[in-house]
Nanobody, 124 residues
């Protein structure tokens, strides 16, 4: 089974950019649907972006579409989340997740492997 480790979080100002990385080990990421979720204090975990490699489908939450870009480096077994034009409401713990299903599901319960999370804080 794949193991996931996120990195790249930090404290930035509104309008800045960050790139998160999710380094996978144990299995190639090409066999998984990969996704990024985030969780703000007191709120439920929410879908941010996902990439279903098997069906060539990528999707984003409406709140980040046009500002965030998800990509993969299959050779290095890494998934990225490029976050531009960050806003204070983007603050939260960002998690990388993997699912063995082929479809691109927005629900956290569809993903059975999770990283430990990386904190992103955006000041106004």
């Amino acid at each position: 089974q794949v193991q996931l480790v996120e990195s790249g979080g930090g404290l930035v100002q509104a309008g800045d950019s960050l790139r998160l990385s999710c380094t996978a080990s144990g299995d190639p990421i090409t066999v998984y649907t990969m996704a990024w979720f985030r969780q703000a204090p007191g709120k439920e975990r929410e879908f941010v972006a996902g990439d279903a490699w098997a069906i060539d489908s990528t999707d984003y939450a409406d709140s980040v579409r046009g500002r965030f870009t998800m990509s993969r480096d299959n050779g290095e077994n890494i998934v990225y989340l490029q976050m531009d034009s960050l806003k204070p409401e983007d603050t939260g713990v960002y998690y990388c997740a993997a699912s063995g299903n082929y479809d691109l599901d927005h629900r956290p319960r569809a993903y059975n492997v999770w990283g430990q999370g990386t904190q992103v804080s955006v000041s106004s």
